[in-house]
T-cell receptor, first 114, second 113 residues
Framework: DAGVIQSPRHEVTEMGQEVTLRCKPI?????LFWYRQTMMRGLELLIY????????DSGMPEDRFSAKMPNASFSTLKIQPSEPRDSAVYFC????????????FGQGTRLTVV | GIQVEQSPPDLILQEGANSTLRCNFS?????LQWFHQNPWGQLINLFY???GTKQNGRLSATTVATERYSLLYISSSQTTDSGVYFC???????????????FGKGTKLSVKP
């Protein structure tokens, strides 16, 4: 398996623009996670899905952030409008199921908002 | 929610030295993982170890779930071991949040040649 695939790897955008990050989980995995990593806050869970349904989105910072999982093999994280403080590395991860299973991470998307 | 504390925050070693990294957590867990984030930012799975002991080459890990801690041992360290080591856990006891994998702040390891 190719692992968790994220795109793009790097994104530079201007403040106010819409940004869409993409993730393809490992085939057969039913849980998907979006994380954000910054120097100040470390690795924060933004949202996780189980069987394509959002289970916990309490980590989503504000209404400018939204995430969808239209099917088992694809998820998006959208920021609209983007702000400089959204600059971070965004990771997607997947695991076979909720609970006691191992999670695997993609290579991340480094987002810079100028 | 569950709290995860890692120590030490920073560690500098000479190549060839051994080290022990610690992860304490505040509640019962059904998942504990150790990751290595390399200098390129990749999060690499080291161990999935909610309990017991595992070994993989120069690395080994032990989780004592009843006492709520886990240890990662690195023996004969190499410069390529440099990076940040994260512990992450999933709590048994937070209802719909049971799927949440919560990270500690990490231990930054620098191995000098």
């Amino acid at each position: 398996d190719a692992g968790v695939i994220q795109s793009p790897r790097h994104e530079v955008t201007e403040m106010g623009q819409e940004v869409t990050l993409r993730c393809k989980p490992i085939s057969g995995h039913n849980s998907l996670f979006w994380y954000r990593q910054t120097m100040m806050r470390g690795l924060e869970l933004l949202i996780y899905f189980n069987n394509n349904v959002p289970i916990d989105d309490s980590g989503m910072p504000e209404d400018r952030f939204s995430a969808k999982m239209p099917n088992a093999s694809f998820s998006t994280l959208k920021i609209q409008p983007s702000e400089p403080r959204d600059s971070a590395v965004y990771f997607c991860a997947s695991s076979p199921r909720q609970g006691d299973t191992e999670a695997f991470f993609g290579q991340g998307t480094r987002l810079t908002v100028v | 929610g569950i709290q995860v504390e890692q120590s030490p925050p920073d560690l500098i070693l000479q190549e060839g030295a051994n080290s022990t990294l610690r992860c304490n957590f505040s509640d019962s867990v059904n998942n504990l993982q150790w990751f290595h984030q390399n200098p390129w930012g990749q999060l690499i799975n080291l161990f999935y170890i909610p309990s017991g002991t595992k070994q993989n080459g120069r690395l080994s890990a032990t989780t004592v779930a009843t006492e709520r801690y886990s240890l990662l041992y690195i023996s004969s360290s190499q410069t390529t071991d440099s990076g940040v080591y994260f512990c992450a856990v999933k709590s048994r006891n937070y209802g719909g949040s049971q799927g949440n994998l919560i990270f500690g702040k990490g231990t930054k390891l620098s191995v000098k040649p």
